[in-house]
């Protein structure tokens, strides 16, 4: 079945470090992929996504490009702030979109 | 402002006692979905919904029961809860029951200790 994995964590950095998550997936079909990040004591929010192979999606200074040759889909922003601290989890939603999977997650801390 | 709203947002029960947490969405989406997170698993989901009176499994539907009696509600019924099912749960719905470019909308999470 599908599936989603992405690096365990936590990882640490500094404030204005480059940051990269890496996600890897296996599906059939043409899957959507999407991050969503949780910040401390709140649900999930989408952070950014993309739908068809080598579509870059983009926000808040995030992006990630669908990588259908290496069934990836990594996460990156070149200078990370303390505010970016949250758990991050890569998901994908296949044709017929009845269910998302989601990786375990990635805690982030980033440090004054 | 649109929104998923779940209560409670936290309780703490003992095994045995049936709880219900609900879950309403007023964006008028036809899909929605439970889901259970617990440290190192990511999210799991429970049971989902296609629209009004259409339910199905998920990957770890043991122990939980919904119904979907109205567009907008959702609700995730423990009817003999044991300390296995202690976790942080997610209800989350989406504008159309299959499309898979749409994001899922979360709720802010209800945290279940069940002792």
């Known amino acids: 079945g599908d599936s989603v994995t992405q690096m365990e964590g936590p990882v640490t950095l500094s404030e204005e470090a480059f940051l990269t998550i890496n996600c890897t997936y296996t599906?059939?079909?043409?899957?959507?992929l999407f991050w969503y990040v949780q910040y401390p004591g709140e649900g999930l929010q989408l952070l950014l996504k993309a739908t068809k192979a080598d579509d870059k999606g983009s926000n808040k200074g995030f992006e990630a490009t669908y990588r259908k040759e290496t069934t990836s889909f990594h996460l990156e922003k070149g200078s990370v702030q303390v505010s970016d601290s949250a758990v991050y989890f890569c998901?994908?939603?296949?044709?017929?979109?009845?269910?998302?999977?989601f990786g375990a997650g990635t805690r982030l801390f980033v440090k004054a | 402002e649109a929104q998923v709203t779940q209560n409670p947002r936290y309780l703490i029960t003992v095994t045995g006692k049936k709880l219900t947490v609900t879950c309403s969405q007023n964006m008028n989406h036809e899909y929605m979905s439970w889901y259970r997170q617990d440290p190192g698993l990511g999210l799991r989901q429970i049971y989902y919904?296609?629209?009004?009176?259409?339910?199905d499994k998920g990957d770890v539907p043991e122990g939980y029961k919904v119904s979907r009696k109205e567009k907008r509600n959702f609700p995730l019924i423990l009817e003999s809860p044991s300390p296995n099912q202690t976790s942080l749960y997610f209800c989350?719905?989406?504008?159309?029951?299959?499309?898979?470019?749409?994001?899922?909308?979360f709720g802010e999470g209800s945290r279940l200790t069940v002792l």
């Open positions: 599906a059939t079909g043409y899957p959507s």
């Open positions: 919904s296609m629209n009004v009176e259409v339910t």
């Open positions: 989350a719905s989406s504008p159309a029951a299959s499309g898979r470019v749409r994001e899922l909308f």
């Open positions: 998901a994908l939603r296949n044709t017929g979109g009845f269910k998302t999977i």
